[in-house]
C-alpha cells in the first residue's frame, strides 16, 4: 500500500518559516513543503533593511538564495499569497486569490507587525513610515531622496537603526522617546552613557520624555509634529518605531489559542493539532527571567523555525525557550550586548559595574550572589558568548565568580 505524502503549509518566509521548511526537507524527502508569503519579493535578511534605507545595499545582497539551500530542495515559495483564514477542522487555508490549501502540518511563522499608537493623529500622512518590509524601506528611501529633516518616533533598537540609516544619508534626525532614555528595554537610563554620547556624536538630536499627539500635513505631506509640551519640530517625514505585535488578525476564527501571539508548548506546538507557531508569532518562555516573552530577533526566530519543522516531520524535540539576547548590536559604532536580567532598580539582585570612558560592563547575579543571571555590556563585548553561556546554561559559578567580575573569563574554565 502507498504511504500518503505529507502536505506541509508554512504561513511566513522568513526566518522561522524558512528555517522550518529547511528542517522539514532534511528529514522527509517526499512530503510537499508550501511555503506562503503575503510579500511582494522573495525571502530575505530582515535585520538589513537600514541598509536598503541608507542606500548602502540593493535587495539582491539581502536575499536569503544561496545562504539556504530551499531553491534546490523542492521548497515551494509562494509570494503575493497572503493567508485570509485557516480553518483547522478541515485542515485547510485559504488564500486572498480564493484557492484553499489542504494540509497535515502547518506552521504559523508570520511574525510581528510594527505597533502604531491609536493617540498619534495625523498617521495616515504621505510621509509617515513605518520599517518592517523591503516594502518600507525603499518607500522610505525614496522620501529621503527630497526630504531633509527626519523624526523618529520611539527610542528602541530598530527605530535607532533607522535613525542611523538616515543620517548616514546625510538627514538631519531628531529621535523622540518618552523614557527618560533610549533603549530602556536593553538597559536601565543609568547604563547609557557611552551610548548617548555616541548618539551626540553621530549627530542625532534627541528629545526625551516627550511624546508626539499630532502629525502635522499638508498636500506635500508631512511637514511636521506637535509635541505633548506644545513644541513643533519640522520635517518631511516621520518613521514610527514604537513596538511590535504578532501578526495573527488572519487566526480570528480558528480556535488556535493566542495571548500576544499563538501560545506554544515546549514542543512549539499549539493548541490544535498539527498546527505548529515559530518566531515572532509565537510566545515562549524566557528560561531566566521565567516570563513569557515574544522573541523579536533573527537567530532566535530561526532556531525556533528549525525546531518546529523537525517536530512537524516527526522527530520530537524541545524548544529549550528564548532567551533574550542580542548578538552584538551596535549603535553609532558602539557595539552593545544585553542579555538576561539587566533591569535592577528596587531589587535586591547583585550587581557588578565596571566602567571606564570606553567601556561599560554591568553583571547581574542573583541576591544570593550563586548564579548569574544578566549582563550588559557596551563597547567592550569580547567573551560576551562565555558569559551567554553561563547565563543561558545556569551554571554553577561559586570557583569562577571572581574570574566573572573581574572579566578574566576564558575557555578553559569551562573545559572543568
Ligand atoms: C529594521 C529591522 C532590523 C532588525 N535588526 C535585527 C538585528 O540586528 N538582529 C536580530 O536578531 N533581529 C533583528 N530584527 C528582528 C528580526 O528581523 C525578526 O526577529 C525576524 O525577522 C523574525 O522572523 P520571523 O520569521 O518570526 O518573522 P518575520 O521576519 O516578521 O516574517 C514573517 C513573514 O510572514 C509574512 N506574513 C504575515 N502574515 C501573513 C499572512 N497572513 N499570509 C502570508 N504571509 C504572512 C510577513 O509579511 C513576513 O514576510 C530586525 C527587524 C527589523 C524590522
Given at each position: 500500500?502507498?504511504v500518503?505524502?505529507?502536505?506541509?503549509?508554512?504561513?511566513?518566509?522568513?526566518?522561522a518559516?524558512?528555517?522550518a521548511?529547511?528542517?522539514?526537507?532534511?528529514?522527509?524527502?517526499?512530503?510537499?513543503?508550501?511555503?506562503?508569503s503575503?510579500?511582494?519579493?522573495?525571502?530575505?535578511?530582515?535585520?538589513?533593511?537600514?541598509?536598503?534605507?541608507?542606500?548602502?545595499?540593493?535587495?539582491?545582497?539581502?536575499?536569503?538564495?544561496?545562504q539556504?539551500?530551499?531553491?534546490?530542495?523542492?521548497?515551494?515559495?509562494?509570494?503575493?499569497?497572503?493567508?485570509?483564514?485557516?480553518?483547522?477542522?478541515?485542515?485547510?487555508?485559504?488564500?486572498?486569490?480564493?484557492?484553499?490549501?489542504?494540509?497535515d502540518?502547518?506552521?504559523?511563522?508570520?511574525?510581528?507587525?510594527p505597533?502604531?499608537?491609536?493617540?498619534?493623529?495625523?498617521?495616515?500622512?504621505?510621509?509617515?513610515?513605518?520599517?518592517?518590509?523591503?516594502?518600507?524601506?525603499?518607500?522610505m528611501?525614496h522620501?529621503?531622496?527630497?526630504?531633509?529633516?527626519?523624526?523618529?518616533?520611539g527610542?528602541g533598537?530598530?527605530?535607532?537603526?533607522?535613525?542611523?540609516?538616515?543620517?548616514?544619508?546625510?538627514?538631519?534626525?531628531?529621535?523622540?522617546?518618552?523614557?527618560?532614555?533610549?533603549?530602556?528595554?536593553?538597559m536601565?537610563?543609568?547604563?547609557?552613557?557611552?551610548?548617548?554620547?555616541?548618539?551626540?556624536?553621530a549627530?542625532?538630536?534627541?528629545?526625551t520624555?516627550?511624546?508626539?499627539?499630532?502629525?502635522?500635513?499638508?498636500?506635500?505631506?508631512?511637514?511636521?509634529?506637535?509635541?505633548?509640551?506644545?513644541?513643533?519640530?519640522?520635517?518631511?517625514?516621520?518613521?514610527?518605531?514604537?513596538?511590535?505585535?504578532?501578526?495573527?488578525?488572519?487566526?480570528?476564527?480558528?480556535?488556535?489559542?493566542?495571548?500576544?501571539g499563538?501560545?506554544?508548548?515546549?514542543?512549539?506546538?499549539s493548541?490544535?493539532?498539527?498546527?505548529f507557531?515559530?518566531?515572532?508569532?509565537?510566545?515562549?518562555l524566557?528560561?531566566?527571567?521565567?516570563?513569557?516573552?515574544?522573541?523579536?530577533?533573527?537567530?532566535?526566530?530561526?532556531e525556533?523555525?528549525?525546531?518546529?519543522?523537525?517536530?512537524m516531520?516527526?522527530?520530537?524535540?524541545?524548544?529549550?525557550?528564548?532567551?533574550?539576547i542580542?548578538?552584538?548590536a551596535?549603535?553609532?559604532?558602539?557595539?552593545f550586548?544585553?542579555?538576561?536580567?539587566?533591569?535592577?532598580?528596587?531589587?535586591?539582585?547583585?550587581?557588578?559595574i565596571?566602567?571606564?570612558?570606553?567601556?561599560?560592563?554591568?553583571?547581574?547575579?542573583?541576591?544570593?550572589?550563586?548564579?548569574?543571571?544578566?549582563?550588559?555590556?557596551?563597547g567592550?563585548?569580547?567573551?560576551?558568548?562565555l558569559?551567554?553561556y553561563?547565563?543561558?546554561?545556569?551554571?554553577p559559578?561559586?570557583?569562577?565568580?571572581?574570574e566573572?567580575?573581574?572579566?578574566?573569563l576564558?575557555?578553559?574554565?569551562?573545559?572543568?
Amino acid at each position: 500500500m502507498a504511504v500518503k505524502q505529507m502536505q506541509y503549509i508554512i504561513i511566513g518566509a522568513s526566518a522561522a518559516g524558512m528555517a522550518a521548511a529547511e528542517a522539514i526537507r532534511r528529514l522527509d524527502s517526499e512530503g510537499s513543503v508550501t511555503v506562503l508569503s503575503d510579500e511582494q519579493d522573495m525571502p530575505y535578511f530582515r535585520p538589513m533593511l537600514p541598509f536598503i534605507v541608507s542606500g548602502k545595499k540593493k535587495f539582491p545582497e539581502m536575499m536569503l538564495i544561496g545562504q539556504g539551500p530551499y531553491r534546490g530542495a523542492n521548497i515551494d515559495v509562494r509570494i503575493n499569497s497572503r493567508v485570509e483564514a485557516v480553518n483547522t477542522a478541515d485542515q485547510k487555508v485559504s488564500i486572498k486569490s480564493g484557492e484553499e490549501l489542504p494540509y497535515d502540518k502547518l506552521l504559523i511563522a508570520t511574525g510581528s507587525v510594527p505597533n502604531i499608537p491609536s493617540d498619534i493623529a495625523g498617521v495616515e500622512a504621505e510621509g509617515v513610515f513605518v520599517l518592517r518590509t523591503i516594502a518600507d524601506a525603499c518607500a522610505m528611501a525614496h522620501r529621503a531622496e527630497t526630504a531633509r529633516h527626519a523624526v523618529m518616533l520611539g527610542g528602541g533598537l530598530l527605530n535607532l537603526k533607522a535613525a542611523f540609516a538616515l543620517l548616514e544619508r546625510g538627514m538631519d534626525v531628531t529621535l523622540i522617546v518618552k523614557s527618560p532614555e533610549v533603549l530602556s528595554k536593553l538597559m536601565e537610563p543609568d547604563d547609557t552613557v557611552l551610548i548617548r554620547n555616541a548618539l551626540n556624536k553621530a549627530g542625532l538630536k534627541l528629545v526625551t520624555g516627550s511624546s508626539v499627539t499630532r502629525i502635522l500635513s499638508d498636500s506635500s505631506g508631512v511637514i511636521g509634529v506637535l509635541l505633548d509640551s506644545g513644541r513643533e519640530i519640522p520635517c518631511q517625514m516621520v518613521c514610527i518605531g514604537k513596538g511590535i505585535r504578532a501578526n495573527v488578525e488572519f487566526l480570528d476564527k480558528s480556535g488556535i489559542l493566542v495571548n500576544q501571539g499563538v501560545v506554544v508548548d515546549k514542543f512549539t506546538r499549539s493548541n490544535i493539532q498539527n498546527v505548529f507557531a515559530a518566531g515572532d508569532v509565537a510566545v515562549t518562555l524566557d528560561p531566566i527571567a521565567g516570563e513569557r516573552i515574544v522573541t523579536g530577533l533573527w537567530t532566535n526566530a530561526a532556531e525556533m523555525g528549525s525546531c518546529a519543522g523537525r517536530n512537524m516531520a516527526g522527530q520530537p524535540g524541545i524548544y529549550s525557550g528564548t532567551f533574550g539576547i542580542l548578538n552584538a548590536a551596535q549603535v553609532a559604532d558602539e557595539p552593545f550586548v544585553s542579555m538576561g536580567i539587566v533591569h535592577t532598580k528596587g531589587t535586591a539582585y547583585e550587581i557588578h559595574i565596571t566602567a571606564t570612558p570606553e567601556t561599560y560592563r554591568k553583571l547581574v547575579f542573583t541576591p544570593d550572589g550563586t548564579r548569574l543571571v544578566g549582563a550588559l555590556f557596551i563597547g567592550d563585548i569580547s567573551k560576551a558568548g562565555l558569559y551567554r553561556y553561563i547565563i543561558r546554561e545556569m551554571m554553577p559559578i561559586k570557583d569562577i565568580k571572581s574570574e566573572i567580575v573581574n572579566h578574566r573569563l576564558h575557555y578553559g574554565h569551562f573545559l572543568r
